[in-house]
């Protein structure tokens, strides 16, 4: 019998999937895409997700404090509800937390927690508290509505791939505080500590588009772009075409990649926990959008590639060619994937 290890997450997933077998009435999305979707009977259907996140594996508390691990975890989560083109009413968290934790620690860790859901219009309405033996550990339900959800299976021949905004810094802040964490405090890379500790789920942006019917399918940048596309194209049964050129990064990246001697492109394919959005949109309705992000003081999306005819994943450079990974996206029971 393979191990976990050999599994992956994604086929201990599909596993658990088969064990479940079809959803019950009412439940128009179960195991399988960003959020479950329920209809309840309103306008609206109900979304729900977990995300949880453990110490040691998720963060580090000596690079971040329990209020930054908090808050980055509760964004996390919050950016289910974006990927479904919805907006968050509430979440409630379990936190496991070691008896030995000091207690304004742990109640930072609270406070990280509360304040981010209510930054994003997401009280803390509930939850439970137990002893952890060794590490922190947050589990947050989110819950929000979405008057047409968006699904990873919408995307087809022609549309447009798009993304909300950079990717890549994540990874960046990653490889540099595994080297040399105090470069962080120079102002030169303090965007990528940012996203690190600080990221935005992007409920903007879903918001304006939602209210279009431009988009066809979206997922957000939590593993890695390549293996979240990846998602897109195997739920869509489509080829998606990623024109490496054309991947949004910023300077501190680039800055990032130079002093590690590392290369960009790479980051930006493969970088986790960004949570900008993977949209699939109608060819010609770019455009449009964009004058609604505008109009709401948004930035605009970025034309990354194409949807064809086929099936997984490609990176195009320039040249025609297709770019391998030297790293993958993340798998927790793989780890990075290569």
């Given at each position: 019998?393979?191990?976990?290890?050999?599994?992956?997450?994604?086929?201990?997933?599909?596993?658990?999937?088969?064990?479940?077998?079809?959803?019950?009435?009412?439940?128009?999305?179960?195991?399988?895409?960003?959020?479950?979707?329920?209809?309840?009977?309103?306008?609206?259907?109900?979304?729900?997700?977990?995300?949880?996140?453990?110490?040691?594996?998720?963060?580090?508390?000596?690079?971040?404090?329990?209020?930054?691990?908090?808050?980055?975890?509760?964004?996390?989560?919050?950016?289910?509800?974006?990927?479904?083109?919805?907006?968050?009413?509430?979440?409630?968290?379990?936190?496991?937390?070691?008896?030995?934790?000091?207690?304004?620690?742990?109640?930072?860790?609270?406070?990280?927690?509360?304040?981010?859901?209510?930054?994003?219009?997401?009280?803390?309405?509930?939850?439970?508290?137990?002893?952890?033996?060794?590490?922190?550990?947050?589990?947050?339900?989110?819950?929000?509505?979405?008057?047409?959800?968006?699904?990873?299976?919408?995307?087809?021949?022609?549309?447009?791939?798009?993304?909300?905004?950079?990717?890549?810094?994540?990874?960046?802040?990653?490889?540099?505080?595994?080297?040399?964490?105090?470069?962080?405090?120079?102002?030169?890379?303090?965007?990528?500590?940012?996203?690190?500790?600080?990221?935005?789920?992007?409920?903007?942006?879903?918001?304006?588009?939602?209210?279009?019917?431009?988009?066809?399918?979206?997922?957000?940048?939590?593993?890695?772009?390549y293996q979240d596309a990846s998602h897109v194209a195997r739920a869509s049964g489509v080829r998606l075409e990623i024109e490496v050129r054309c991947l949004p990064e910023t300077v501190a990246t680039r800055l990032a990649a130079d002093y590690m001697r590392d290369k960009a492109p790479w980051w930006a394919a493969a970088s986790g926990e960004e949570y900008e959005l993977l949209l699939a949109v109608d060819r010609d309705s770019v455009p449009d959008a964009n004058r609604h992000l505008k109009k709401a003081g948004l930035n605009p999306l970025t034309v990354i590639?194409?949807?064809?005819?086929?099936?997984?994943?490609?990176?195009?450079?320039?040249?025609?060619?297709?770019?391998?990974?030297?790293?993958?996206?993340?798998?927790?029971?793989?780890?990075?994937?290569?």
């Amino acid at each position: 019998m393979s191990s976990l290890m050999e599994l992956g997450e994604f086929g201990f997933i599909q596993r658990v999937a088969a064990m479940v077998g079809g959803t019950p009435e009412g439940v128009e999305c179960g195991i399988g895409d960003d959020c479950a979707v329920i209809d309840v009977g309103g306008p609206e259907k109900l979304l729900i997700a977990t995300d949880a996140a453990l110490e040691s594996r998720h963060f580090d508390l000596e690079w971040m404090t329990t209020f930054e691990a908090a808050q980055r975890t509760v964004a996390g989560a919050l950016s289910d509800i974006a990927a479904m083109g919805g907006h968050p009413l509430a979440l409630l968290c379990t936190a496991a937390i070691p008896r030995t934790t000091p207690s304004d620690a742990a109640l930072n860790l609270m406070s990280g927690v509360a304040g981010t859901g209510t930054r994003y219009g997401a009280p803390l309405i509930g939850g439970d508290t137990v002893a952890a033996a060794e590490h922190i550990m947050l589990d947050v339900v989110v819950i929000g509505f979405a008057k047409r959800p968006w699904l990873r299976s919408g995307a087809r021949p022609g549309d447009r791939l798009v993304l909300t905004g950079p990717v890549g810094e994540a990874q960046a802040a990653l490889q540099i505080m595994l080297t040399n964490p105090d470069l962080l405090r120079e102002p030169q890379y303090a965007p990528l500590r940012k996203r690190m500790v600080d990221p935005t789920p992007r409920l903007r942006e879903a918001a304006v588009l939602a209210a279009t019917d431009h988009v066809r399918a979206a997922i957000d940048v939590s593993d890695g772009l390549y293996q979240d596309a990846s998602h897109v194209a195997r739920a869509s049964g489509v080829r998606l075409e990623i024109e490496v050129r054309c991947l949004p990064e910023t300077v501190a990246t680039r800055l990032a990649a130079d002093y590690m001697r590392d290369k960009a492109p790479w980051w930006a394919a493969a970088s986790g926990e960004e949570y900008e959005l993977l949209l699939a949109v109608d060819r010609d309705s770019v455009p449009d959008a964009n004058r609604h992000l505008k109009k709401a003081g948004l930035n605009p999306l970025t034309v990354i590639g194409d949807v064809v005819h086929g099936e997984g994943v490609a990176l195009i450079r320039p040249d025609g060619s297709e770019m391998e990974l030297e790293r993958g996206g993340w798998d927790h029971f793989k780890g990075v994937q290569g």
